[in-house]
């Protein structure tokens, strides 16, 4: 996966993030206009106050139920005609108020966690295209130094080449220069 792949998997994973975010917030809009229906659906599924709270067990095959109450207290019921101020709507009221205050709580704390992700994104980002950069400039210097340094060894081994043939040269002059003297000293 090169850059270019990374750059349009991190564009299609914010795309979906905002599209998944905007359907979020649609649901919360949803129950924030009518909070009293998430509470209804609650009640629904709890147990009349001061109902007797009874437990079914099978017994072997499961033909045969029994029936019995558990020996738990019953709750007791306030007087129909004594209101302590706080009747189901009010209470429903205050719930859902509270639920509302919540979900915002809990959507701003989510909108400040993804602005710091994004921040971290785009700091970690730019360290990357830092580092890249800095790779390419050190990997140009390594081709320069290789470069020079296949010159200086092909200059060494002209340098050697030509020392030998010297040399060799040498040796011969020696040799005539040698010679030279021999035939004037006995000459």
Do not use: C
């Not at 017994?59 to 738990?72: C, D, F, I, K, V």
């Not at 701003?108 to 993804?114: C, G, M, P, S």
């Not at 580092?131 to 340098?159: G, H, P, Y």
């Amino acid at each position: 996966m090169d850059s270019w792949d990374r750059e349009a998997r991190i564009e299609q994973l914010r795309r979906e993030n905002d599209e998944a975010l905007a359907r979020i917030e649609e649901r919360q809009a949803a129950r924030e206009a009518d909070p009293y229906s998430e509470q209804d659906e609650l009640f629904a599924d709890a147990e009349p106050v001061g109902a007797a709270l009874v437990e079914r067990q099978a017994a072997g095959n499961g033909l045969l139920y029994r029936t019995h109450e558990t020996p738990l207290p019953r709750v007791l019921q306030p007087d129909a005609g004594a209101s302590d101020g706080l009747d189901q709507q009010t209470f429903a009221r205050a719930l859902g108020e509270t639920i509302a205050h919540e979900r915002t709580r809990e959507r701003r704390e989510r909108d400040q966690e993804l602005a710091a992700r994004d921040r971290k994104l785009a700091d970690l980002q730019s360290e990357n295209l830092e580092l890249k950069s800095l790779v390419r400039d050190v990997l140009a210097k390594l081709q320069a130094t290789d470069e020079k340094v296949r010159n200086f060894l092909i200059d060494l081994e002209r340098e050697r080449r030509e020392r030998g043939e010297l040399e060799l040269k040498m040796a011969d002059l020696r040799g005539r220069v040698a010679g030279l003297v021999r035939d004037f000293s006995y000459g």
